[in-house]
């Protein structure tokens, strides 16, 4: 179908963003049989508004089409789909707060606003008009003919309308946003008015080289309890995790080498030792019968050949072989099969689908009419070139529609149909023509040719490097080895262990129940690990032995702790913020020592401290001083009196004491209008995430995922 088919064939359409770069918001699980009576179809609740199964599995079923439509993997998708289920639904009740309604009639005179159809000219005709009939007629049909199609459109459907909303909620309260006279009088006399001063600092990093400070725990905790929204968490989990990767050992290597070898001038125990590599007379079936990789018997240029062999192949003659050799974990030999020149094509086309056709999606003629028409069209573009553009609105090939047709340059080994590559290499510049293929019937004209560069057909024969039995075993005995040593024992223990036996070590101390992956390991097994760590059951302190399907990789991890929603554990976080306490610790022995001495100058203070007197000019709106950003200090420049020393100034990277010399005025270009309105601009830009951050930080949002998931064993 011509229009909706641009869903499928833009990937990063398929869901975008709800506006402006939502924020990620936190969710609070809570006890299923408190909220809702251990009912397995509501998964949480935004504001006492229901969040479904239904619409959980929806709303993933898009984000998975969308990345296996970008070739990315279709796992561990589960917690981006639902974090953007939450946006939704905060989006949609600020949207019916302003008294507005997704209606049918609303969704269908808003659709053309929304960047899935504003940023394509398909949706729109010659004139500039948006063809709303004509795709809510291929809706209808979809819905008569294509009940699968039709569903995906629904679920694509709610999508949209939350952009919608999304959309009409920000044009509505940024709308709000001014900027005042009196206030824009002020930040201009703030932007112009400069002070210079004396100062001297105290820098954290030096201090702390002569002074040791140990954050406590309760440091930390104190920390957070300041500051409770930047730290308000979800469930998480502390786990150690202690890889074994199965990986080849040296005699494994050397065994995979002597089998090449063997296969490439020995023989083959099949032929009993007469046929080999270098003599087969069929070189397709002798890599189809010994090689770890299939034949393939397509011509490529030089550099898709291994870097091995790409300097060599040019001058190489054809029945010649290069190896064995070793690309990363693979043994390769190769025989060069041929070599030809390909030509390069420069073509456009325009598709008359058929019904049942894999491109007649929403197309009722038959392939009769189909023929008709194509023909009907070829003869009047052959005749007259020009006119090709003037039917590329009946291509059912949307994507080289709106690039007039054209399928750019390509080669024999570009991977089009037998037919269409048989076109093209069998016709001459300007030639225009009719061909058949699965997808319907091609008006095809070439535009241009021209020669190109050697390819080659190279079979290589390769055996991977891989792990025995016996290695597989050792490998298998030294992971059971270490979780007997740690079962019981400290985390430190089981940290320590593992890096006397110089095992691989990680250690996600956040993660997620749905994160879909561990930090620092990122294998099939990580799901499982975390469904383990989160079981009711699990206890501080518990250890699991995991095997990797397919590869024989062990894993052991190591339950470190348990964080439940609410304010975060401190432990969990010490990496994040100890620094940022350590340095309030400095700050606040600095600035005790400062009044203990009872200072009265900097050169006092510079002296108590072994460090030197400086001057710089500062600015309110532009806090820069001594090279770092400070605006305690600048504000604290325009707050003392001239000549007077100011108290002690916790900065970002230094306590600071100054003394304010003199105030100065530099009036700079632009008038009054000109500021008002780049600093409504700036705040309208500004405000979008304020509001986002401030509706997240407000949100009564309830996830019962953990529950409903411990309670049924599955997440289907």
Known sequence: MAILGQIRNRPWLLMGVIALALLAFLVN??????????????????????????????????IQQQAEQQGQPKTGLEEQAWQLLVQSKLIKQQFEKLGFEMTDDYFWNQIQYDQMFAQSKQFYDEKGNFKTQEIKKQVEDLKQQNPEGYSQ???????????????????????????GKKEAEELMRQRDQLADIDFVKIDYTTYLQKTKINVTTQDLAGYIKQHPVMFKTEASRNIGVVYFPSQ?????????????????????DASGGAENFQNTKNDSMFVMANSDMPFSNQYVQPNQLPPTIQAQIATASVGQTFGPYKEQNLYVVSKLLGKKTSDSTLSRHILIAFKGSPAGEGVTRSKEEAKKLADSIGAIVKATPAKFADFLKLSSDPNSAAQGGSLGWTTPETPFVPEFLHYLANNPKGATGVVETQFGYHIINIEDKKTG????????????????????????????????????????????????GNYQFSNPKQAKRFDGKLQGLGTDKDGDILAWAFDKKRSKGDTEFFTVDGKGDKIVVYLNGKQEEGLADPESVRDQIEVIVKNKLAAKQISDKITAAKASGLDQIAKLFATTKQNAQVNILNPSVAGAMEPKVAGAAFGVAKGKLSNPIEGGTAVYVLIKKNETTNKQPGDLKQFTESITQRNTGMFGQAWLKSLQDNADIKDFRIEIWNKTGSQQ
């Open 153 to 179: 459109w629904v679920k694509n459907r709610k999508s949209i309308e939350y952009r919608l909303m999304a959309r009409q909620v920000f044009a509505n309260l940024s709308a709000g946003v001014t900027t």
């Open 29 to 62: 699980p809570d006890s299923i049989d408190k909220v809702f009576g251990k009912n397995p179809d509501v998964l949480g609740k935004v504001n006492g508004e229901k969040i479904t199964r239904e619409e959980f599995y929806d709303q993933l079923f898009v």
């Open 248 to 268: 080849p050992s040296t005699a494994d290597d050397a065994a995979a080498q002597k089998e090449i070898t063997k296969l490439f001038s020995g023989g083959t």
């Open 453 to 500: 560069a050697l390819v080659y057909k190279v079979a290589n024969l390769v055996k991977a490097v891989k792990p025995s039995d016996a290695t597989e075993s050792e490998i298998d005995k030294k992971a059971r080895k270490f979780i007997q040593q740690v079962q019981g024992k400290s985390f430190n223990d089981f940290v320590n262990i593992a890096k006397k």
